[in-house]
Structure formats: C-alpha cells, structure tokens
C-alpha cells in the first residue's frame, strides 16, 4: 500500500531557530499533500494544502511566512518552521493522497514531534 | 462547510466487551466518511470508509461502522475489544468529489483488562 515517510520523527531545538520537516511518498506521486499540526489530546488542525510546482494554500489563522511549505517535486513536501517559539511546540503530521479517487483514502505519515526550548 | 462531532471524548471498556464510538457530521452536500486510528506518537492510519453503497462498511480487524444519512451519523462499532484497541479514533468527513478532510475532536478508547 500507499507509504508516507516522514523525517525526523522528533526535534528539539532552541527559540530563534528554524526546523525543516520532510514529507516523502515512498511508492507514488502525491500533486497535493497536507500538513497537520496536533495538540496534545486534540484532533489535528489543517494547516495547509501543499501543491507540487505552486504556492501552498493555508488556512486562515495560519502565518504562511512562519511556515514554509515547499513541494519541490511530486514525492517531497518539506514544512519549515521559521524562528520557533516555544508555543510552536507541537506535533506536526503530514498526508497525501495516491491518486485523485477517494478510494485511496489519506495516508498519513507517522508526524514530527516538535519541541522548541 | 462541513463539521464533525464526536460526543465522547472517552470511552473506557473492560476487554471482550462490545464498544460503541458516536460520530456525527454535517454537511449541505454529499459527502464521504472516514475512521482513523492513531496510536500514541504516530501518525494517522485509516480504519474504514464510506463512499457510496453498501452502508455498512467493515475494516479487517473487526470494527464495522454504518451510514446514516437521516441522522447524520457514522458510528464505529465492535462487538468485543481487545487490550490493543486503545488508542485515539478519529471520525472525518470530506466533500464527495472534495479534497480536504475534517477531522473531529477525536474519541480515546481505552481498555481494561
């Protein structure tokens, strides 16, 4: 089936610093991915839809120039978190979809646990 | 726009018993219905879903969950959990056709043995 990798799977870094998340389909092209962010014990809030070749299209409340959404190619989505602040602590979860039917279903990547100090 | 409501933020059960997860949704179109699983520190993996037909659907490890559409519901079932069934459910929803998924706020099951 459908594999979506994610990299690192968790991250600690100081106030002020930038973090870069991968996002990788394994064996397919994903044109659109989406990236998540999660709080503890809630569900997850769409951040963004991150389209290949374009611009990413991001949610309201959202601040695109914090997060950097760059989908290179069909297989790599990166989301970067730009001067961290401690309440951007969170953890953060990708997807895509093979295909454009929605038999495929999402799949999901096992997220990026985010802690900035 | 679509939304999602899931009524029980948690559920404990002792082993074997039956289990029932309440989903509700609402939607001015078509929509198709999804149920993921997260265990802790994963990501999301996708349990069953609903796109049209048969409005019972079923997942390979035992859990079933039927569409309503009168009441706009989608509740997961499973007649007797086991310990490994603890874990965080999520219902979603997404436009027929659409391609962003919401999530509701997500039910955590939780096992006793």
């Known amino acids: 089936g459908a594999v979506v990798s994610q990299h690192p799977s968790w991250v600690i870094c100081k106030s002020g610093t930038s973090v870069k998340i991968e996002c990788r389909s394994l064996?397919?092209?994903?044109?659109?991915m989406f990236w998540y962010r999660q709080f503890p014990k809630q569900s997850l809030m769409l951040m963004a839809t991150?389209?290949?070749?374009?611009?990413?299209?991001?949610e309201q409340g959202v601040e695109k120039d914090k997060f950097l959404i760059n989908h290179a190619s069909l297989t790599l989505s990166t989301l970067t978190v730009t001067s961290a602040h401690p309440e951007d602590s969170s953890f953060y979860i990708c997807?895509?979809?093979?295909?454009?039917?929605?038999?495929?279903?999402?799949?999901f990547g096992s997220g990026t646990r985010l802690t900035v100090v | 726009a679509q939304s999602v409501t899931q009524l029980d933020s948690q559920v404990p059960v002792f082993e074997e018993a039956p289990v029932e997860l309440r989903c509700n949704y609402s939607?001015?179109?078509?929509?198709?219905l999804f149920w993921y699983v997260q265990y802790p520190n994963q990501g999301l993996q996708l349990l069953l879903k609903?796109?049209?037909?048969?409005?019972l659907v079923e997942s390979i490890n035992g859990f079933e969950a039927e569409f309503n559409k009168s009441q706009t519901s989608f509740h997961l079932r499973k007649p007797s959990v086991h310990i490994s069934d603890t874990a965080e459910y999520f219902c979603?929803?997404?436009?027929?056709?659409?391609?962003?998924?919401?999530f509701g706020a997500g039910t955590r099951l939780f096992v006793k043995a």
């Open positions: 997807s895509a979809r093979e295909g454009t039917s929605p038999n495929y279903g999402y799949t």
């Open positions: 064996d397919f092209q994903a044109t659109t």
């Open positions: 991150s389209n290949e070749g374009s611009k990413a299209t991001y």
């Open positions: 939607s001015s179109v078509s929509v198709y």
């Open positions: 609903y796109l049209s037909g048969s409005t």
């Open positions: 979603a929803v997404s436009e027929s056709g659409g391609f962003k998924t919401i």
